[in-house]
């Protein structure tokens, strides 16, 4: 059997993550949401999406077209990784081939974007 590799990001929030006024935190969510849709213009970022749910820490995944090393520069430069807000965990996961299609569709810049269901 072959198999597709992809590489995925697992966002974490730290157990200690810096206090931030609910502004500044809005401000870094839309500056993660803008550096996300960049991703996908480049062709990086296949699909990507927060987590619901009970647990906390765990806010969101990421599928990329890059290789495990490229997808760890690209998010050391996400906005809220670098505030220390979010922890990217990358890892590479494979699945029988063609069992998995990423369809090209916009992804929001900011969170009145996502708000808008447009």
Avoid: K
Wanted: negative net charge.
């Amino acid at each position: 059997m072959r198999f597709d590799q992809h590489t995925v990001v697992l966002l974490v929030r730290p157990t200690d993550p810096p206090e931030l006024p609910l502004d500044a935190i809005d401000r870094l969510q839309n500056a993660h949401l803008a550096h996300q849709a960049g991703l996908a213009e480049q062709g990086a970022l296949l699909a990507a999406g927060p987590f619901l749910g009970e647990d906390e820490r765990l806010r969101g995944f990421a599928v990329l077209s890059v290789d495990p090393e490229m997808a760890r520069e690209l998010y050391a430069n996400d906005p809220a990784v670098r505030a220390g807000r979010l922890v990217a965990q990358v890892m590479s996961w494979m699945v029988p081939e063609g069992n998995v299609r990423f369809e090209q569709v916009p992804v929001p810049r900011s969170m009145l974007e996502a708000a808008s269901g447009d």
